[in-house]
């Protein structure tokens, strides 16, 4: 704790908002407050990488109809987007290689498809010229933070990014397609400079429209790109990525772009997931019980919002993601010194009182 800020891996998303709604239950338990329906709070630990914890809940246990995960930002999040995760290859050839100035060895970006890769390392081998000095050059023009190390004829590229969560990649500094950036000014050979072009091009295009999938709603705005994991080495090539998708989204029609897309670029797809948007009516009652424990409290209006994350609300015929970061707030889930004021944990343990109360009586 520091300057009235719990600094700690999960403050803000989402062990303290779960911890507040936990004592906003306890508080209408010890009240006595009469309730008309069942309250029970629901714990997982795998939000972050494909909620299997809720998926073996719901088959053998009963989910709830009505609630809330506190795991995004108030005033109320009604509306998620879905995903399509994929995994995208370089296909094998027989090909003759063609001589190049450089080969290159490897790149490694990112081990999780929901970040923005903060770092990134290429190994380069060859003809090595005057690629440290362009390197510095590059990073120093683009605002990153970079290092390399010569052995022999190999050399290490090593660039740091900004983290970011993969639902905003517009906020964070992608370390691996700027890397590729860097590195598709060089002559390898053809399948690798052609892969390499293929990451470039995502760099920034944060929309898709590279791909031809770049399509927006009103309720949840425009579909976003995240290329999350990249892989490149001599037995195997590809990246991973992570596409939010507005709920209005076709979802056949995207995919078919997308398969046209990267046919066309000659790579392959090899793995493809895919998670359906949610959005719940912002005329329902209980959306409105939810308005009134916030402007009861706060006093502010309890406007609806949308989110290009996922959360447990997902796994609820009427779940909303509630909380707990309030608007106007930093926002530090997923990245470095992530911290929540304590003000705001015990407001929002307030909040979430009154939502049990207003939503159970």
Not at 59 to 76: H, N, S, W
Not at 112 to 138: C, H, K, S, W, Y
Not at 200 to 214: R, V, Y
Request: hydrophobic share 35%; with cysteine; charged share 30%.
């Amino acid at each position: 704790m520091r300057d009235g800020k719990i600094f700690a891996r999960g403050a803000i998303d989402d062990k303290g908002p779960t911890m507040a709604a936990f004592y906003g239950l306890k508080i209408v338990k010890e009240l006595g407050l009469p309730l008309q329906k069942n309250v029970r709070i629901i714990f997982g630990t795998d939000e972050e990488s494909g909620m299997s914890c809720m998926r073996h809940y719901k088959e053998v246990g009963e989910m709830p109809k009505v609630g809330f995960a506190p795991d995004a930002d108030f005033p109320i999040i009604h509306a998620e987007k879905g995903q399509i995760n994929t995994k995208i290859g370089l296909p094998t050839s027989d090909t003759q290689h063609e001589e190049s100035d450089l080969e290159l060895v490897s790149i490694v970006s990112g081990d999780r498809i929901n970040m923005v890769p903060e770092q990134a390392t290429a190994v380069v081998r060859g003809n090595l010229g005057r690629i440290q000095d362009e390197f510095v050059a590059f990073c120093q023009e683009q605002g990153v933070q970079q290092s390399s190390n010569q052995k022999g004829d190999e050399m290490e590229l090593i660039i740091l990014g900004k983290a970011a969560h993969g639902m905003e990649p517009q906020i964070g500094v992608n370390a691996g397609t700027t890397l590729a950036t860097f590195l598709k000014t060089y002559k390898f050979e053809p399948n690798t400079k052609r892969f390499i072009e293929f990451l470039s091009d995502l760099h920034k295009d944060f929309e898709g429209k590279d791909l031809g999938i770049a399509y927006q709603d009103e309720i949840t705005g425009p579909l976003t790109v995240n290329p999350g994991v990249i892989h490149v080495d001599s037995e195997d090539s590809y990246v991973r990525l992570n596409i939010r998708c507005p709920v209005t989204t076709d979802y056949d029609e995207i995919i078919g772009k997308l398969k046209k897309s990267i046919d066309d670029k000659e790579l392959m797809i090899e793995e493809l997931r895919q998670s359906r948007p949610h959005h719940v009516d912002g005329d329902d009652s209980f959306i409105q019980a939810l308005q009134k424990a916030y402007k009861d409290e706060t006093g502010m209006e309890p406007t609806l919002l949308s989110t290009g994350g996922g959360t447990y609300a997902r796994f609820m015929e009427k779940g909303v993601a509630y909380g707990a970061s309030f608007p106007g707030k930093e926002m530090t889930a997923h990245q470095k010194d992530e911290y929540i004021e304590v003000e705001d944990l015990l407001k929002a343990t307030a909040i979430y009182a009154r939502a049990i109360y207003e939503m159970a009586r």
